[in-house]
């Protein structure tokens, strides 16, 4: 049994899930985000995703990570801001010595859909199909999250 957190990064809004991959069975155990303010200073928005996450961490106890690389961003103040939200996250899991699995988005909709342009509605109806749940994790963002955590579920089988 593999219990794996998965995070869909980002500043405003930072995605998790939770699954349990045993073999070819997945069973979500719970999703949601992370919510910052947009008035609020960077750093203190950086502390809660931060505090957040150990607190996940600390509350289910997996056995690793899965995250989205930051492929490619067109808003270069975007990226800078996601890729800080991406490093808190990736040091409360390196001090809660989890194993760190990143993947691109194109590793993650062959992963989930089979197919690398796979839109976002393509991609959630899947993570609903594949966790056998009665509808899409919402917001968006707690979708994405369990399609990282399934990817790993799925790399890590092989």
Do not use: W
């Not at 899965?66 to 492929?71: P, Q, T, W």
């Not at 989930?112 to 968006?140: F, S, W």
């Amino acid at each position: 049994m593999l219990n794996i957190l998965g995070i869909d990064p980002g500043t405003g809004t930072v995605g998790f899930g939770f699954i349990r991959a045993d073999k070819n069975m997945l069973e979500m155990v719970d999703a949601g985000v992370i919510r910052t303010p947009a008035h609020q200073a960077d750093e203190l928005r950086l502390l809660t995703i931060y505090e957040e996450i150990k607190q996940l961490v600390s509350e289910f106890k997996p056995d690793c990570l899965s995250i989205e690389k930051l492929f490619f961003a067109r808003n270069v103040t975007t990226a800078m801001s996601v890729s800080q939200s991406r490093g808190v996250v990736l040091l409360a899991a390196i001090q809660a010595q989890l194993t760190i699995a990143e993947y691109t988005p194109l590793q993650i909709k062959m992963a989930i859909t089979g197919y690398g342009r796979a839109d976002k509605r393509q991609i959630q109806e899947m993570v609903k199909l594949l966790l056998k749940l009665d509808t899409i994790p919402k917001p968006d963002d707690a979708a994405d999250a369990l399609a990282a955590a399934i990817t790993h579920a799925q790399f890590a089988a092989k």
